[in-house]
């Protein structure tokens, strides 16, 4: 069980469905598929705002693409899928 890569596929997954609501809006122009992808959107955020901490120390990680804890400089794994 990794938080970090959860995190990860959660986020991933939460950005698609709400494209995938606001792409909906656009096209039928109801306002109820916006409402949607803004409460997925604000779901997302407290997800990542939650969950996107470092395992080690707890620390909030600003930036995806590094492969050690900024705060404590242990590795962290991002790594959907192990090689
Ligand atoms: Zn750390």
Do not use: S
Not at 4 to 10: E, P
Not at 36 to 50: E, M, S
């Amino acid at each position: 069980m990794n938080n970090l890569r959860n995190a990860k596929i959660i986020v991933l997954a939460g950005c698609a469905v709400m494209w995938v609501f606001i792409i909906l809006g656009l096209i039928t122009n109801l306002e109820i598929f916006a409402e949607i992808g803004v409460g997925v959107a604000i779901g997302t955020g407290l997800v990542w705002f939650l969950r996107w901490r470092c395992p080690h120390c707890g620390k909030f990680i600003r930036k995806a693409a590094t492969d050690v804890c900024p705060a404590c400089g242990k590795e962290l794994d991002w790594k959907l899928f192990k090689k």
